[in-house]
């Protein structure tokens, strides 16, 4: 009998309705043989709420950190609660499960919390009991008993956190797309999903800009070789299957997928010393304010200068601009440029790997389009151009037709 972890996220249980469906789909696991461990998240929209609400009081000191974990986690708690409620309803026995009530452990970095042990017995208790556990994803409690939540992507890391330590056989996320496709099917008509992709594909493109999964459940499923499947909770379809590279039956195709951002903007300090300790100067009191730095590039000229070119999150363009205007006059740089009207393009496949020529087969493509590329950034199995956003879906579908990810033309 094979044991399955299935989370469902806000979408899939965005009202009783849809929670019903919710039910359905686990007793359908249950009456195939399986037995089944529920994570879910908050109902659609009620983390928001929640967010709101706090918001109306004031901006965030430290010591209210706690109190904004007690807040947040209610969300989950009313969730676990209904979905436990219809799967009884239904002739399924189910209990309810806060994060504290499993005696999921974590740290005690309240609103971004880490998992430190979980103890399983309580769920195995009921698995062998024939009761569907029904757990809150997102939550944990640290040493001193204190609530805690675990920061973006939460409840994924719950599923996944689970599935390890009970040795499921797969961690099942629904949501409300088919699986992962290729590239965004709102920007390419054809977008195709991927019947597989490995875990290392499948983290570059969630750091890129794919918003399927959080990096963070993916790094902990490849960690503890959880094998991962993205379903819809609304179509039949077979999903996604995220696993090891070597676990995979197929040859890996040379590109998988295509991820984008428009959350991007771009700053260069023009006209500085080229000298040991420049490149700290620059971006030391960028990250010393919170501000996280993606792509970098320099270019020293023939006089000994250097023009220094990175890229922010356009959220924090502002601050970083008027940080960067002190800097500059601080190491005498000519002058600060900027332009938040950039976005990140990527191709990503271990197939790269053995494969020569892809680099200059993309460059090509964006040329022929007319697309100018100002930054690149590459590794292993990833490549990444920084362009004007306004030519971001052309560069998109000449990509994913150039690289043959439509339907058509994936060979059998």
């Known amino acids: 009998m094979s044991l399955f972890v299935q989370k469902f996220g806000g979408t899939s249980v965005a009202s009783i309705s849809h929670i019903e469906n919710v039910a359905r789909r686990i007793i359908a696991t ?12 908050a109902m659609g929209h009620e983390t928001d709420r929640l967010v709101d609400l706090s918001n109306e009081i004031g901006t965030l000191t430290p010591p209210m950190f706690r109190e904004m974990d007690v807040l947040l986690s209610t969300g989950e708690q009313v969730s676990i609660a209904l979905v436990a409620m219809m799967l009884t309803k239904m002739g399924c026995p189910a209990r309810s499960f806060t994060g504290g009530q499993v005696r999921i452990t974590t740290d005690s970095s309240h609103t971004k919390a880490r ?48 599935a390890a330590v009970l040795k499921a056989d797969e961690c099942q996320i629904y949501t409300d797309v088919e699986g992962v496709f290729t590239t965004d099917p709102r920007v390419v ?9 490995t875990f290392e594909e499948m983290l570059e493109l969630a750091s890129l800009g794919s918003k399927v999964l959080h990096t963070r459940a993916v790094e902990f499923a490849s960690k503890y070789r959880v094998p991962l499947r993205v379903l819809s909770s609304f179509r039949d379809a077979p999903g996604t299957l995220i696993t090891n590279e070597e676990d995979s039956a197929v040859e890996q195709p040379i590109i998988s997928g295509i991820a984008f951002t428009r959350d991007e903007a771009k700053l260069t300090v023009r006209g500085v010393k080229d000298v040991p300790g420049i490149a700290s100067k620059i971006v030391g009191p960028i990250s010393d304010s919170n501000i996280e730095v993606d792509m970098i590039v320099q270019n020293v000229a023939a006089d000994k200068s250097t023009d220094f070119t990175f890229t922010v999150q356009r959220s924090d363009y502002d601050q ?22 950039i976005a990140k393009l990527s191709i990503v496949g271990v197939g790269m790997r053995s494969h020569a020529g892809v680099a200059s087969k993309m460059f090509r493509i964006l040329s022929e389009e007319s697309i100018n590329i100002q930054m690149i950034s590459t590794s ?24 043959d990810l439509a339907p058509e033309t994936v060979k059998a």
């Open 30 to 41: 249950r009456e195939a043989g399986h037995d089944v461990v529920v994570v879910v998240s």
């Open 380 to 403: 292993e199995i990833k490549i990444s151009v920084v362009i004007d956003e306004k030519y971001l879906e052309l560069a998109a579908r000449a990509l994913h037709s150039a690289f």
């Open 320 to 341: 970083a601009m008027s940080i960067l205007k002190k800097v500059a006059q601080d190491i005498d740089a000519r002058d600060v440029t900027g332009d938040n009207k």
């Open 189 to 197: 008509a054809d977008a195709r999903c991927l019947t597989s992709i």
């Open 115 to 162: 998992i430190e042990h979980i103890d399983e017995s309580n769920l195995r208790g009921d698995i062998e009991a024939g009761i569907v556990p029904v757990v809150a994803g997102f939550q944990g409690v640290d040493a001193a008993g204190n609530i805690t939540t675990l920061g973006r992507g939460g409840s994924d890391t719950t599923a996944v956190a689970l």
